[in-house]
């Protein structure tokens, strides 16, 4: 009997072979999870990486942002000077050292945030106060009634990192000069000091001269 009578005898019902199964498709969820744990480890990367140069940038930064500190502490050393001045024939005090505890009684006034210097030494007395004891550089043998321009002290050039520094004037006002105009205030430095004697001389003769106009009044009265 051939084979295909065998399979599907006479009078029995044909049964077609069953289909085969279509190939089952593969689930889109891997590969969208897979993206999105992708795309969401470089935006930490990225994220982490921007605090890392925002930090970065801040340090390079922070050294310059701290002039508002040194305005804020010339303008202080300013009035005073000017308060000793007050007290002392109209005379700035001959150092930084005479403001110390009387008018200035906090020593952190004379050192910069971003440069300090061994401030501590206003605190063992005059004799102890040197050339790093200051963050500023006082410029002794001027009196309030100078030109409000002249330069009475300034910040020593590497407190912001060479960026600029502040300078306070007779007056008691306080600039910010930019690296860039060193050369000007080096030259109008120079101006002043060269004016200062001649200045002096004149100022010298007005106070003689008005001794003894009150002297002569004082005496012709009964």
Known sequence: MPDEARENPPGAAFSPAPPEPEPQRK????WWLGVGLGCGTLLVLLLGLGVVLGLSAFSKVRPRGRPGQCKANLRQI???CHIYADDN?????PDLAHLYPALVDNAKVFSCPSRPSSYKDFTLGPAAVGERSSSYVY????????PGDFFLAYEKIE????????????DAHVEWWPKDLIPDVRAKLAEQEARLPELRKK?????????????????EAP
């Open 89 to 93: 024939d109209e005379e700035f005090p």
């Open 203 to 219: 100022r010298d003769a007005e106070k003689k001269a008005g001794t003894a106009k009150t002297t002569g009044t004082a005496e």
């Open 159 to 170: 407190n912001h990192g060479g960026a600029g520094f502040n300078v306070l004037y007779v």
């Open 78 to 80: 300013g009035l005073a």
């Open 27 to 30: 689930s889109n969820a891997n």
């Open 139 to 146: 410029l002794p043998g001027r009196w309030p009634a100078l």
